[in-house]
């Protein structure tokens, strides 16, 4: 390849995503990762694109957000230049309410959601009735409906991405000399990477256990149950995730800790009482010190960049990281939040 102007080590959703937006604004790109791409946690089978609660809004929920409405318009390009799908489709989504004090809860975000997210999206209390043959228990009656959740398949989203890289002239390596411009994008081995270099802990990987049904639910919404989701994908599948698991012996095996969630899936969703399950996956997903994603300067690598801890919001913040990353990089232009900042997940030493 000839001379590049930025190096990202790492392909998963991160690393695609910063490659896709630098590519765009006509930088050089090469995109390097020994183990391919999507091949770890960007693997996975869930893919719920859903906002956090519209209420004590802080600087991560309003990030989010615009990442959530730049995400049609970004997705749409990349299908376009690569001609592969990526699943994505802001189809919504439904939750049980509880109680009455669940009730007023809804009713107040309702409002909430007005002021925050303007025209942009609905938060809306509904009657299951509404949601007919897909909606979820619920013991009062009532569910939650938001517009503004979008379902994305995430291994479709991986290939839909190298494509478009490739449409462009850029091509993923397994390995590649040390440029002068690097963005690490190296998921839980860079943050293990991290944690030796500081001798204490940065971030680390928390396992998830998933599983994939086969039921075609179209374009209905993903649901949200009880801390656990459920998302129809567009190839006839749907898909329940996940555990957290911080103790771990295997991360990619699957056990009995998955059954609970299939259980527990079907007992909510009744349609899906008899859909088999096709494929059960696990692995890690990085989550920083702080939970929100480390973006900026890289911490021990002077004059390099790091991209790192997208966790389980990774595929819902990627639009807007690989802006901000593209804006820093490219343009010295510094647009990242405070709280997103590598300092905000470096442990302070005794004695600081």
Known sequence: M???????????IFGLSIAWTCVQRGARVRVVDPHGAGSGASGGIVGALAPHV????????????????MAARFWAGIEAAGGQPSGYARSGRLQPIADTRALELAQTRAATARALWGDAAEWRVIDRAEADRWAPTSVT?????????ARIHPRMACTALVAALRAHGTEISRDAPTQDIEIWATGVAGLQELNGRNGRSVGAGIKGQAALLRYDAGHLPQIFADGLHVVPHADGTVAIGSTTERDWT?????????????????????????APVIERWAGLRPRARSRAPMLGPHPTKPGQFIANGGFKIGFGM???????????????????????????????????
């Open 141 to 149: 009656g009532r569910l939650v409906q938001d517009t503004l959740s």
């Open 54 to 69: 519209p209420e004590n809004w802080n600087e991560k929920k309003a990030f989010q957000l615009e990442s959530l409405l």
């Open 318 to 352: 990627a639009p807007k990281v690989a802006q901000v990353m593209a804006d820093l990089v490219l343009d010295a232009r510094d647009a990242i939040p405070d709280g997103f900042r590598p300092d905000a997940s470096m442990p302070r030493h005794q004695g600081a």
């Open 250 to 274: 295997d991360p990619t095996a699957t056990d009995t800790a998955l059954n609970p969630l299939i259980d527990q899936a079907r007992a909510a969703v009744p349609a899906l009482a008899g």
């Open 2 to 12: 000839a001379r590049v102007d930025v190096t990202i080590r790492g392909a998963g």
